[in-house]
């Protein structure tokens, strides 16, 4: 009963961020948000880390890497910070955060696509069918969903689909990401890689924090305050903390098959608080997005999928 209540608990904050991520780009551009995520965020992941050390696993994660694979882990470094979240922070300027959530949803395909690739791990016809159904279920949002911008106008649909196709980058950051670090993570400390990865993506953040991000910062009110802890402590340290912890204790497959939720609580979400349109041709499209993805989903392989992305 705890591991499903650290589930559902997971599953609503990264159905959250994206409301988070929404809110700060009122205040922020979209790499000065990331820059203001993850710096947190690595220092937080830093001062948890010696809490959660297994004697069993070998310890010096970058020590142990070779100088190949510290090029390797750099490379991963990006795809998980700059990579994956400005392609993202770009896309929530152009569409909805619920749609963004959706576009997300495509993260466990697109890693077994990866592993098929650099694994040579095996792609089914039944994966790629889910695959082209949940990308239908995106075009059809973009065609035909209703959209408006922060100062309520209706966004064009050429701009939708745009913000949709921008918004895929992310998926293709992470599914990288996911297949790559695989081979350096294997028998060590996750939480260990994971701070490595996002302290070393943070470093490539740091340029950003220069001009006038102090001023905008500083002189937002406390709703970016909010955002930017949500987003940093919340979905970054806290639910990767209790992802881990979870994954500890249940099958990969099954965990995550709860995160197909997110995106249900991204565009309530959206709808509550942002006051995003929920229009009948957008929850056609959902379920063919969310449909697709489970259909994917259930023609497994060997990989297991990685982190999730929020």
Known sequence: MLTILALLAVVTLWGGSFIAIKVGLRYLTPMQLVAARFIP?????????????????????????????????????????????????????????????????????????????????SVGLQRWAGVGIALAGLFFIGLTGDALSESGTAIPSGTKLLGLFITLGAVISWGGFSVLSKRLTAGRNPLEGLTWFIG?????????????????????????????????????????????????????????????????????????????????????????????????GLSRSKMNGGLPAD
């Open 41 to 121: 965020s690595a220092v937080m992941l830093l001062l948890i880390l010696p809490f959660f050390k297994n004697r069993n696993q070998a310890p010096g994660f970058w020590r142990l890497l070779s100088n190949k694979d510290r090029r390797l882990a750099l490379l991963c470094a990006f795809l998980a910070v700059p990579g994956y979240h400005i392609c993202l922070n770009y896309g929530e300027t152009l569409i909805p955060a619920g749609w963004a959530s959706l576009v997300i949803a495509l993260n466990p395909a697109c890693i077994a696509f990866f592993a098929a690739w650099l694994l040579r791990e």
């Open 200 to 296: 070393l993506g943070s470093a490539m953040t740091v340029p950003w924090v220069a001009g006038d991000f102090i001023r905008r910062l500083f002189g937002a009110p406390l709703e970016l305050w909010g955002a930017v802890l949500f987003l940093s402590l919340g979905c970054t340290v806290i639910g990767f903390a209790v992802w881990l912890w979870v994954l500890s204790k249940w099958q990969a497959s099954l965990a995550g098959s709860f995160i197909y939720l997110a995106p249900l609580t991204a565009l309530f979400f959206g709808k509550v608080y942002l006051g995003e349109p929920l229009s009948v041709n957008i929850l056609i499209g959902a379920a063919g997005v969310l449909g697709g993805v489970i259909m994917a």
